[in-house]
């Protein structure tokens, strides 16, 4: 653009130069006006070889290259930089773009999210956002329920009321007794109490089955509501206890008289006789279906352990039991989902007893097990 213009320029002052007879050295003359007039001239006409030629690009001993098609860039042609790369055009340059991690598309602009995903724009960027489990939308924070492996709620979701047999928040519905149930427990909750023997007999039978765990007494099964569990569990304040089970062994004394003498007067002698055992199991209503299965499994666990090894005290050990039996029930019946409570459960007896029998069960099986809660039991058996 400018080179023209000064051509136009430098032949206008040689002209000059030459009509003024003013070059030279001194007051001699160092060239003929013609010929300086031709050397000027011809200068000018390759002027745009030596501004190439001075380019910072080329004073290589090669020309420039294309960072990405390898191609050499001639002097004065029009080039991409970047980064302190080179690229012959747009359409090279527009490669090394980074790619939309949702879309596909290669964008110079855009979003990264704390992992590093590129994201073109801010559509992409808020697709890639975590789904609310609540209300369908898509949020960048939130609350995750149910441990790392929960369900995630968006900030106004996880302020709604918490369903007493998920404990996720939801918009739940109060029951009779005042608990709060969300729709998607309601959906299979277990109010029936014939369905609910049914439910639990079938959860003995899959412990007989595949667990080798059965106990052939009878037991009395209730379906109660959260003010009669309270009652049965006083101890526990925890309104995560979800059912319970009750062994009373009934004794009453028995006085026969045996005689009399003419000194003495009678004589009496007294007897110890057991009367009656109680087994009972008691299991708060409207759980849904899969959660009911693994009540029962906790609770018919506790009536094994107490009828086969029935001085064991430690509540870490009992717990523990009942805790991996109801974790291997789920596992067979499909609802891994709710295991995850049972593994991350902080509690120093029901997730510590756990972890305890799990480890074992790792490293030695299932006859490890047994053989842990066998030892447990003989060390705190009085006749030991």
Known sequence: ?????????????????????????GKRKFLPPALFHLIFAAFLTFLP?????????????EPAACSVCGRRIKGGETYYTASGKIYCSKKCF??????????GKKSEKGFRNESGAFFCSRECLSSSWNKCAGCGKRAQSGLIVGGEDGKFFCPDCAQKPRCFACGM????????DGRLICPHCQESAVTDFNEFLEIL??????????????????????????????KITPGSGSQDELGAFKFEKMTEKVVLHTGATLFSGPTKKTIEENVSISR????????????????????????WMQEFFPHINRLKTKEGWAEFVAWRINSIVGSEDLNRRIEQNLHPDYGDGF?????????SGFKGVLRFIEEENRKESPNK
């Open 94 to 103: 527009e490669t090394t773009f980074p790619k939309c991690t949702v879309c």
């Open 169 to 176: 928040p939801f918009d739940c519905e109060k029951i009779e």
């Open 280 to 303: 009972k199991i008691f299991i708060l209503s409207h759980l849904p279906k899969k959660k009911l299965i693994e009540v029962c499994a906790h609770e018919l666990a506790h009536d």
């Open 201 to 230: 007999n079938n959860t003995r039978k899959l412990m007989r089955e595949k667990l080798q765990i059965q106990t052939e007494h009878e037991i009395t099964f209730r379906l109660v509501d959260r003010p009669t569990l309270d």
């Open 49 to 61: 070889f030596f501004s190439g030629f001075f380019s910072p690009e080329l004073l290589s001993a």
């Open 355 to 363: 972890r305890m029998m799990k480890q074992i069960y790792t490293k």
């Open 1 to 25: 653009m400018f080179l023209p213009r000064i051509q136009t320029m430098g032949r206008q002052i040689m002209r000059k130069k030459c009509e003024t007879n003013e070059i030279g050295l």
